[in-house]
């Protein structure tokens, strides 16, 4: 199990009612097996086009991704799952029956491993086992967070794509969501792709930080975060934080600003 992502030259236009919009142009950086990497940008830089692609949901105009060396069709797989922004867990099934699903569809595990194997996860994952015949609706948000992210690491990807998963949470909720990703982290070692608008939040979770240009996106700024792991709250007040979020600010501020100073409509 590897996970090293290659980004090259990645362009993307749409064609909506013969109105062409150039979404990505040439948009090219690594990402290392086991690393996380935060993407950030203005509003419709394209950061969620690319994760699109990552993910196999849609396809490119040129270029190049692939993961471990091989090139990534235009179609989902089991090596890359995504995590969304709006939450996909199934209302009608119970937390144990929504972790589960992945597996049994393909037919990777029996019912009786599936469940164990959920059981065990959602343990690791804050003592989710206790709540796993309760229902979606049941659950505060970020539980369901949490359970997603557990059905996500069930399938056993090789990249765990996550598309603002924390966007609609408070700052409480989002913090302690964050050690929550954290820990999994440390102990599942996923390559991780985490698109979001949170600067604090990009810095303080990733090992490195991408920035890109309004539309068409690009590669503005590559960003290495060299603060210690495990990552503890204290850090946020420490002089490097601040140094490192400075330099993503100035980046990020002057994209947006073109961005409005161009009329840019708010898009993926």
Same mark, same amino acid.
């Given at each position: 199990?590897?996970?090293? $992502? ?7 236009? +749409? ?34 086009? /690319? ?15 692939? $993961? ?32 589960? +699903? ?16 959920? /059981? ?9 086992? @206790? ?7 049941? /659950? ?12 996500? $690491? ?6 765990? $794509? ?45 090992? @490195? ?31 490097? +934080? ?27």
């Amino acid at each position: 199990m590897s996970g090293a $992502l290659s980004i090259r030259g990645v362009s993307k236009t +749409y064609d909506p009612e013969g109105a062409s919009v150039e979404a990505l142009r040439e948009c090219s950086f690594e990402v290392r097996a086991e690393e996380f990497v935060a993407i950030v940008g203005p509003s419709g830089c394209g950061k969620t086009t /690319l994760l699109n692609a990552i993910a196999g949901f849609d396809t490119v105009s040129a270029g190049e991704i692939s $993961l471990d060396g091989r090139l990534l069709a235009a179609r989902p797989g089991p090596d890359r799952v995504v995590v969304f922004q709006h939450g996909a867990l199934f209302p009608w099934k119970t937390v144990l029956e929504n972790v589960t +699903y992945g597996p049994l569809k393909q037919r990777a595990l029996s019912r009786p491993a599936a469940e164990a194997k959920a /059981l065990e996860f959602l343990r690791a994952s804050g003592g989710l086992d @206790t709540v796993a015949a309760s229902y979606p609706a049941q /659950l505060s948000s970020g539980m369901q967070r949490r359970v997603e992210i557990v059905r996500a $690491l069930m399938n056993d990807p090789r990249l765990l $794509l996550l598309d603002e998963p924390f966007r609609a949470m408070d700052g409480f909720s989002k913090a302690t969501m964050h050690q929550h990703l954290l820990d999994l982290h440390r102990r599942y070692r996923k390559t991780v792709v985490f698109i979001t608008h949170d600067l604090d939040e990009a810095i303080y979770l990733a090992d @490195t930080v991408v920035v890109m240009t309004t539309r068409p996106g690009t590669v503005k700024q590559i960003i290495r975060v060299n603060l210690e792991r495990p990552r503890v709250p204290q850090m946020l007040y420490s002089r490097e +934080y601040a140094e490192l979020k400075k330099s993503a600010a100035e980046s990020v501020h002057e994209e947006a600003r073109r961005a409005f100073e161009r009329g840019e409509k708010e898009q993926a």
